[in-house]
C-alpha cells in the first residue's frame, strides 16, 4: 500500500506514516481503515470543532485503479451537530486518484491553524500554505484560484465554502466543481481548523500484484456494470432518472413533506432535461457510465445558465420540496448551493421549513424582510445567505433543523432523523429505507439500503420485499448494512460497482495478492458496523436515540403513492428487531462481548467492558 500524510496545523509539521497494512484484512480500506484510524486517534468524548479533533481524507484499494468508476474517496471524523455520530461523507470526481498518484492513500489532519491555510500535496510531498486571500471565497472560484496559486491546472481541490468557514449545520466538502462530500457536516470540521482547502496532484503508479489478471477481471466490471440496470438508468439520464417512479410511489419530498403530490414532477426527470437542456459529459475519473454533465438552460429566467447537471438529491431538495417546478431554477439555485459548500439536503430542509411557516402565517413578510411563497426560487436564496451568515431568521435556522423548529413553536416543521435532515427522499413510502436511515450509525447515511426494491443475489433475496412490510424490514436491513459497508471499503462509485460480490472481491485478489471471498467481505461489513456502534455508545449514543424521528414523517401521507400508510405503530419494534439480529444490547446499545470477540476487535470490547 502508499503511505499517510499526518498533518498537524497547530505545529506546522508535516510527517508521513506507513499505511497500517496490519488493518487491511480486518477492515479492507476506505471507510473501515479510515474509522479505524479515527477511532484509535482521539478521545471519544471530545468536542467535535475543537482543535484537537482530527479528520482523515482516505482512498479505498480500487481508487485510481482501472475498474469501472475508481474515484471514490472518503472524509472522516465526528458529527458536531448529533455529538455522539461518527461521521463519514463520500465524494467522486478526480481528487481520489489524484491523491493516489501523489503516492499517498490518505491524510490525516490534526489541530488547528492561527490563519486561514490550505495544503498543497503532490508526488514530492505536502506543504501547509497560507489561504487568507481565499478565505471568503466560494468554492468553485476557490479552486481556480488555487489552482493559479499552486500553478497545477490539472490539480484537484476539496474545499469549503462560506458554510464551512461560519461552521453551519450542512456544511459539507466539495471538489472537482460540483463532487460533494456531504454528510455529517464534515465542512463543519474543517472550518473549525481554518483549514480551506486541500489540493493534490502528482504522476504515480497504482502498484498491481497481476497485472495482466487483474486487467480481465477489470474490463469484465466494466461490462458487467454497464449492463446493469442501475447503470443503464444514470447513464441515459443521470440519477434523476428515477425520479418518475419516486414520485408515484410517494416518495418524492413535496413542500416540506406536506402533499405526496407534485403534478409538475415530469420537468425535474433526467428525461426531461436530456432532451430539453444543451448537455455536456463531464464524467468523473475512469467511469464510462458517464452519469455526470454539464448542463446550459435553454428556457426560463435562466436560458443560458451553465452549470453542472444536477443530481436527483436536487431536483427534490432544492425542487418538489420548494414548491419549485422549473428545471432551470434548480439548476441555479443547486450552483448556488454547492459554492456556498451547502449539503442540498440541508438548504431544501431549511428553506422549505421556512416556506411552510410562511404559508401557515408562523412566519410574516415583517419577520423575514421578503416573502417567502412556495416555488420563489430568489426567497430560497435569501433564506440561505441569512443562515450562512446567521443573520435574522438564519440565526435560528443556524441551531440546526430539530432546534430551529422547537424555538419557532413548531416542531412538526422539521422532518429530522435525529435532528438530521431527511435523504431527499419521503421515507414513509419505503419502510426499509425508513429503518435503514433511522439505524445508520453515521447517519442518516445511506449505510443501509433496505432492498425494499432492489433484490440483492448476493444477501440471498431474490425478490423484491414489499415496501410497507414491517416484519421482513430488520433481517434486510441488517443484510444490506453488511454489503454497503464492505462496499464503502473500495474507493468506487456505487452505480459502477453492481457486479456482484464475487467478481469484486476476484478483482480485489488480483490487485493487492491478498485472499477476499464474499463471506469475509460481509463480515468486514459486519465488523465497521460494530466499530461504528461502539464509537457512538463511548461518546453517549443510547438505541432509543434512534427513535427521535420527525412528529411528520410519523403521520400517514395525506395523498400519493403512500397515502395511509405509517410506519408508526411499528418502527420501534423493528429497531428492536435490528438491535436483536445484531447482537446489540437495547438497553445500552452496546455490542455483546461474544459479538466483538467474533469480529476480532477484542482492544473495542475492552474499551466498552
Not at 456544511?171 to 470540521?189: L, S
Not at 473549525?192 to 496532484?201: G, I, M, Y
Not at 438508468?233 to 419516486?246: D, E, K, L, P
Not at 456502534?533 to 395525506?558: C, H, M, Q, T, W
Request: with cysteine.
Amino acid at each position: 500500500m502508499g503511505r499517510i500524510l499526518d498533518i498537524d496545523l497547530s505545529r506546522k509539521e508535516i510527517k508521513e506514516k506507513d499505511f497500517p497494512d496490519e488493518l487491511i484484512d480486518d477492515f479492507v480500506g476506505q471507510v473501515g481503515i479510515g474509522e479505524k484510524i479515527y477511532y484509535d486517534e482521539v478521545d471519544g468524548k471530545i468536542d467535535a470543532l475543537d482543535e484537537d479533533n482530527v479528520m482523515l481524507f482516505i482512498t479505498g484499494p480500487f481508487t485510481g485503479s482501472s475498474v469501472q468508476s475508481p474515484s471514490n474517496f472518503q472524509v472522516i471524523s465526528k458529527n458536531p451537530m448529533t455529538g455522539f455520530n461518527i461521521a463519514y461523507a463520500n465524494s467522486h470526481g478526480f481528487w481520489g486518484p489524484r491523491l493516489k498518484f501523489a503516492g499517498y492513500d490518505g491524510i490525516v489532519v490534526r489541530g488547528k491553524s492561527e490563519k486561514p491555510v490550505f495544503l498543497h500535496v503532490n508526488g514530492g510531498g505536502a506543504e501547509i500554505k497560507d489561504a487568507e486571500e481565499f478565505w471568503g471565497m466560494d468554492t468553485k472560484d476557490t479552486e481556480d484560484a488555487i489552482k493559479k496559486e499552486i500553478g497545477e491546472e490539472k490539480a484537484s481541490v476539496a474545499c469549503i465554502g462560506p458554510a464551512g468557514e461560519n461552521m453551519i449545520p450542512g456544511a459539507c466538502i466539495e471538489n472537482d466543481k460540483g463532487h460533494i462530500a456531504a454528510k455529517g457536516n464534515i465542512g463543519m470540521i474543517m472550518g473549525s481548523k481554518n483549514l480551506k482547502a486541500v489540493a493534490v496532484h502528482g504522476n504515480k503508479d497504482i502498484p498491481v500484484h497481476d497485472e495482466e489478471k487483474f486487467k480481465e477481471l477489470a474490463k469484465e466490471w466494466r461490462e458487467k456494470s454497464t449492463e446493469s440496470p442501475i447503470g443503464q438508468a444514470v447513464n441515459s439520464y443521470g440519477t434523476a432518472s428515477f425520479t418518475g417512479q419516486i414520485h408515484e410511489m410517494g416518495d418524492l419530498p413535496v413542500k416540506n413533506f406536506t402533499t405526496g403530490v407534485f403534478e409538475e414532477y415530469e420537468k425535474l426527470t433526467g428525461r426531461y432535461i436530456r432532451e430539453t437542456f444543451d448537455t455536456k459529459l463531464r464524467t468523473c475519473y475512469g467511469c464510462s457510465i458517464n452519469h455526470v454533465h454539464e448542463v446550459e438552460v435553454t428556457e426560463g429566467p435562466y436560458e443560458g445558465f451553465v452549470s453542472e447537471e444536477p443530481e436527483y438529491e436536487d431536483f427534490s431538495n432544492l425542487g418538489s420540496n420548494l414548491g419549485i417546478s422549473d428545471p432551470g431554477k434548480v439548476v441555479w439555485l443547486t450552483d448556488y448551493v454547492d459554492r456556498q459548500g451547502l449539503d442540498g439536503n440541508l438548504a431544501g430542509a431549511m428553506v422549505s421549513m421556512v416556506m411552510e411557516a410562511y404559508d401557515r402565517d408562523i412566519l410574516t413578510e415583517d419577520d423575514l424582510g421578503f416573502t417567502a411563497e412556495w416555488g420563489d426560487e430568489e426567497a430560497s436564496k435569501k433564506i440561505i445567505e441569512l443562515l450562512i451568515n446567521k443573520e435574522g431568521i438564519g440565526e435560528t435556522l443556524s441551531q440546526g433543523l430539530k432546534d430551529a423548529a422547537e424555538e419557532l413553536g413548531h416542531p412538526e416543521l422539521a422532518v429530522h432523523f435525529k435532528g438530521e435532515s431527511n435523504h431527499a427522499h419521503d421515507s414513509r413510502a419505503l419502510w426499509g429505507q425508513f429503518l435503514g436511515l433511522v439505524v445508520s450509525s453515521s447517519g442518516p447515511n445511506w449505510e443501509i439500503l433496505g432492498l425494499d426494491l432492489m433484490p440483492d443475489s448476493d444477501l440471498g433475496i431474490e425478490e423484491p420485499v414489499d415496501r410497507f412490510d414491517p416484519e421482513k424490514k430488520p433481517k434486510s436491513a441488517r443484510l444490506s448494512q453488511m454489503k454497503k459497508l464492505f462496499m464503502e471499503t473500495l474507493g468506487t462509485c456505487w452505480f459502477g460497482s453492481e457486479v456482484g460480490l464475487d467478481l469484486i472481491c476476484e478483482s480485489y485478489e488480483a490487485l493487492t495478492g491478498l485472499p477476499l471471498d464474499k463471506e469475509k467481505a460481509l463480515k468486514v461489513g459486519e465488523r465497521i458496523a460494530n466499530l461504528e456502534r461502539s464509537f457512538n455508545v463511548l461518546n453517549g449514543f443510547k438505541p432509543e436515540y434512534d427513535l427521535d424521528i420527525s412528529p411528520r414523517l410519523l403521520e400517514a401521507p395525506i395523498n400519493g403513492g403512500a397515502e395511509g400508510k405509517t410506519i408508526e405503530p411499528y418502527i420501534e419494534d423493528m429497531v428492536k428487531k435490528y438491535n436483536e439480529l445484531m447482537d446489540w444490547d437495547w438497553q445500552t446499545g452496546t455490542p455483546s462481548k461474544e459479538k466483538l470477540e467474533e469480529l476480532g476487535l477484542d482492544d473495542i470490547k475492552a474499551d466498552l467492558y
